[in-house]
């Protein structure tokens, strides 16, 4: 009550303080926000927080440094399998699949392996990241969209494209051949290739004509030879030797 | 198992029948042949994980068990300012963080429990309390008094709670996805404004403001000018600006400033 307010205040009997303040503020604790002194206001202008200057706005430019992830047991797997399969195949055709049924595959598959091709699929995202580390870095390209590889010990190309033909979907996009990257025009083009054999010959032939026709013009009867030489002779003094050269040969 | 692919290979075209040696490129073409492999998230490991016996809430006193209770001046100063107990966590993983002071009475309470023990999974989660029945008693006048005449009854009782102090941990085998929505339901009809953080967001938190700290490129701080009562400014600032550095006033927080 005002009996015990004023027995606080009263020190000594009679005496009251010269000054009592009649307005009060609202407590330190309020549920609104006090309204602050302009000093206050001011302080806290002043010491704002400033962000420290960025050249570009963070989002503007990729990480120079991406973030690597790292890989799952997974995708490790996965790239052990690829490197087998980049190390022991001549022949890598990237091959594009679009709309064709499981049963298609299947057939596919099996006419493939009929010639030792395999069929084989990756993820694109770990192909290109095995490839990025690897000698093939130029083939990242070639892998997108719903692809699959054709691989081969043997090159055997002639199979696999007639095999491609009679399935539409399946686009050529490429390959590893020999350790040479080929286009799908590449690859046709090395189809019609004569077997390496074929050519070991011809270039034999070829290196071999002079002293063959040499050996079997003397295997000849002598008398045919002397007059071979001595229309050669002619020839000569004549000055037109182009033409009856070719045709003395035919006559032999 | 080699039988059964057979059986149904062969039901399928006549081709395979016919090389039974090779049926190595067989098994591998009934898989399907799909456009990518997806790559799964490896599920977290909940094997260290112990759900203690009472997964759910504990019924919190609306009084405390006092011989004579006491009347208790406001003290509202246990509102204000960060909270310096139970601002981390202990056993569970994702918790209700108060982001400002407050007092939170029996209903508040009820109402967090009997949500919380309702939407939850007792046999994968659990939930504790990081914050004490209410204790503070808080008195009140009856109705047309006037001033005077001593001061009020005790009407009832609260717990006072202070910025970034944890209000209730939910742990065990889930996620935070799986409990997010149930703490946020709860988090918003509390008196304080809170927030649903796991343990990393939390450190997230703090991270942030002392990045804030020190990459502020202000020379002048609050700190710095009332500590060292520049201008004077200690006239119109009291003993908690020079603790709290500017970043409190009454029970509000401001995360803004440094």
């Avoid at chain 1, 973030?67 to 797997?77: A, K, S, Y």
């Avoid at chain 1, 057939?107 to 000698?135: A, C, M, Y």
């Avoid at chain 2, 098994?27 to 997806?38: D, E, T």
């Avoid at chain 2, 209770?69 to 963080?97: C, H, M, W």
């Amino acid at each position: 009550m005002t009996a015990t307010l004023c027995a606080t205040l009263l020190r000594n009997q009679g005496w009251l303080p010269l000054i009592q303040s009649v307005r009060h503020g609202s407590k330190a604790v309020t549920r609104h926000k006090r309204p602050l002194h302009i000093l206050k206001q001011k302080l806290l202008a002043v010491t704002q927080y400033i962000p420290p200057v960025r050249p570009v706005p963070p989002g503007a430019y990729p990480s120079k440094n991406k973030h690597v992830q790292e890989d799952n047991g997974f995708t490790l797997l996965l790239k052990k399998d690829l490197k087998k399969v980049f190390e022991e195949c001549k022949m890598i055709a990237v091959v594009q699949k679009n709309g064709s049924s499981a049963e298609e595959m299947l057939v596919l598959k099996h006419r493939l392996f009929k010639h030792g091709i395999i069929v084989k699929s990756f993820p694109n995202q770990v192909t290109r990241s095995f490839l990025s580390d690897s000698v093939y870095c130029n083939m990242a390209p070639l892998f997108i969209g719903p692809t699959v590889l054709f691989v081969s010990k043997e090159p055997k190309v002639k199979e696999m494209l007639s095999a491609l033909k009679a399935s539409p979907q399946m686009t050529l996009l490429g390959g590893c051949i020999d350790n040479t990257l080929l286009s799908a025009q590449g690859i046709v083009g090395y189809s019609k290739l004569p077997s390496v054999t074929v050519i070991q010959g011809e270039l034999v032939s070829g290196l071999t004509m002079l002293t063959s026709r040499t050996a079997s013009m003397l295997q000849r009867h002598p008398a045919h030879l002397s007059a071979l030489l001595q229309q050669y002779i002619k020839q000569q003094s004549l000055g037109d030797g182009v033409e009856a050269a070719p045709k003395a040969e035919e006559a032999t | 198992m080699i039988s059964l692919v057979k059986a149904a290979v062969g039901g399928m075209t006549g081709i395979c029948r016919a090389h039974s040696h090779q049926l190595a490129p067989l098994q591998s073409c009934l898989k399907v042949c799909a456009a990518g492999l997806k790559t799964y998230q490896i599920t977290p490991d909940y094997s260290n994980v112990v759900l203690p016996e009472k997964p759910k809430l504990k019924f919190l006193n609306k009084v405390p068990n006092l011989k004579k209770a006491k009347k208790e001046s406001k003290k509202l100063r246990d509102i204000q300012g960060p909270a310096r107990a139970a601002n981390s966590f202990t056993s569970g993983q994702y918790a209700i963080v108060a982001l400002g002071g407050g007092y939170l009475h029996w209903g508040h309470l009820e109402m967090m429990r009997l949500t919380i023990n309702r939407k939850m999974d007792a046999r994968t989660t659990f939930a504790r309390w990081r914050i004490n029945a209410p204790y503070k008693p808080i008195t009140r006048k009856g109705l047309g008094q006037r001033m005077g005449g001593g001061k009020g009854a005790i009407d009832h009782y609260v717990t006072p709670v202070r910025y970034g102090r944890l209000i209730v941990e939910l742990g065990g085998k889930v996620e935070l996805g799986e409990v997010e929505h149930i703490l946020i339901e709860v988090a918003k009809k509390l008196p304080f404004p809170a927030k649903v953080m796991s343990r990393e967001g939390l450190e997230e938190m703090q991270r942030k403001q002392k990045e804030m700290e020190e990459s502020n490129q202000n020379p002048w701080t609050f700190k710095r000018i009332v500590e060292g009562n520049m201008l004077g400014i200690r006239k119109v600032l009291s003993p908690f600006d020079l603790r709290n550095h500017g970043r409190f006033t009454g029970k509000f927080h401001f995360p803004e400033r440094v």
